[in-house]
C-alpha cells in the first residue's frame, strides 16, 4: 500500500510563489520515481514534472519550465515542487504521483496518486 499526501496549496497573486509537499509512505519510495500532475477548470490533468529516484533526472512540460522546480529527499520520504513567477494559468488541483519504477515514463500514468492540493493565482 501506497499512500502520498500533499500541502502547501493556497492562494496566490500572479508572481509569487509556492511551495508545494508530499508526504509518501511505502518501504520503496527512496527507489521510485515520483511526479507532479496539475488538473485546471474544465481541463483534463496535465504532465507538470517528474524526476527519478535519486533526484538527477528531472523533466518539465513546457508551460512551467523555468519556474517550477521538482526535488526530493528520501531521508524524509518527501518530494517537493517550487513554484516560482506563478501565472493565473496556472490555477489548478495538482497531484503528487508516484511510479512503480526508478525512471518516471511520460507516455503512460503513475500508478499512485495523493488525494490533491488546490493552487489559485489571482490576478
Do not use: H
Not at 17 to 25: N, V
Not at 85 to 102: F, I, Q
Request: charged residues 15%.
Amino acid at each position: 500500500q501506497v499512500q502520498l499526501v500533499e500541502s502547501g496549496g493556497g492562494l496566490v497573486q500572479a508572481g509569487g510563489s509556492l511551495r508545494l509537499s508530499c508526504a509518501a509512505s511505502g518501504r520503496t519510495f527512496s527507489s521510485s520515481a515520483m511526479g507532479w500532475f496539475r488538473q485546471a477548470p474544465g481541463k483534463e490533468r496535465e504532465f507538470v514534472a517528474a524526476c527519478s529516484w535519486s533526484g538527477a533526472i528531472a523533466d518539465y512540460s513546457d508551460s512551467v519550465k523555468g519556474r517550477f522546480t521538482i526535488s526530493r529527499d528520501n531521508a524524509k520520504s518527501t518530494v517537493s515542487l517550487q513554484m516560482n513567477s506563478l501565472k493565473p494559468e496556472d490555477t489548478a488541483v495538482y497531484y503528487c504521483a508516484g511510479y512503480s519504477g526508478p525512471f518516471y515514463r511520460l507516455t503512460s500514468p503513475p500508478p499512485y496518486w495523493g488525494q490533491g492540493t488546490q493552487v489559485t493565482v489571482s490576478s
